[in-house]
């Protein structure tokens, strides 16, 4: 089945440690993004990427980081320097193909802090 | 940047009952997605309609990009139809989604 992957589901973690986010697609597509989602808000960008080796800031990069070393896969690493990490966080994938970028999302994690 | 705003926030009906969701923005775009996030948060793609009108079952949507606005329309709840919905638009020169803070969906049997 193509789609996204998104481990683990969820996240406890102990402040001062940097937490790594899965996240794996099998759609093929070239755009890739990190959403961060607090309680009855929408969702606002931290980082994408549109080509492998390559990666942007979102609105929200402070106190995370991203690698991108292979099409099929975005991990995101919370760190320490991140003030408030608990959150729900959601991956995307898209075919920036010219006028047409549909975003597809996978099932999320939510990382708490204790 | 691009402001996106969803209406009404919250929205409570009787199942069976019909509804219209409104979502404003105040630029041009060249992506306009719908989306249902369910209780377990999951985000699901509802339609894709940067401009024009899409039908899908009991759901369908409508965006006047001249005016900037989208509405959603749910006919016949289903106590299933419960959750968040989201509009989320992407301006020309740019590459990411801006989402409305949603309007809330409260389907009662």
């Known amino acids: 089945d193509g789609g996204i992957t998104q481990s683990p589901k969820y996240l406890f973690r102990k402040e001062g440690?940097?937490?790594?986010?899965s996240c794996e697609q099998n759609l093929n597509h070239d755009a890739m993004y990190w959403y961060r989602q607090d309680p009855g808000q929408g969702l606002r960008l931290i980082y994408y990427s549109q080509i492998v080796n390559d990666f942007q800031k979102g609105d929200i990069a402070e106190g995370y980081s991203v690698s991108r070393e292979k099409k099929?896969?975005?991990?995101?690493?919370?760190?320490?320097?991140?003030?408030?990490?608990?959150?729900?966080?959601?991956?995307a994938s898209s075919i920036p193909s010219g006028a047409y970028n549909e975003q597809f999302f996978g099932p999320g994690t939510r990382l708490t802090v204790l | 940047g691009i402001q996106v705003e969803q209406s009404p926030p919250d929205l409570i009906l009787q199942e069976g009952a019909n509804s219209t969701l409104r979502c404003n923005f105040s630029d041009s775009v060249n992506n306009l997605?719908?989306?249902?996030?369910?209780?377990?948060?999951?985000?699901?793609?509802?339609?894709?309609?940067?401009?024009?009108?899409?039908?899908?079952?009991?759901?369908?949507?409508?965006?006047?990009?001249?005016?900037?606005?989208?509405?959603?329309?749910?006919?016949?709840?289903?106590?299933?139809?419960?959750?968040?919905?989201?509009?989320a638009v992407v301006d020309f020169g740019n590459e990411k989604l801006t989402f409305g803070t949603g309007t809330r969906l409260t389907i009662i049997p």
């Open chain 1, 17 to 21: 440690q940097n937490v790594t986010l």
């Open chain 2, 33 to 87: 997605q719908w989306f249902h996030q369910n209780p377990w948060g999951q985000l699901i793609n509802l339609f894709y309609i940067p401009s024009g009108t899409k039908q899908n079952g009991r759901l369908s949507a409508t965006t006047v990009a001249t005016e900037r606005y989208s509405l959603l329309y749910i006919s016949s709840s289903q106590t299933t139809d419960s959750g968040v919905y989201f509009c």
């Open chain 1, 72 to 91: 099929e896969s975005f991990p995101l690493t919370v760190t320490s320097a991140q003030k408030n990490p608990t959150a729900f966080y959601l991956c």
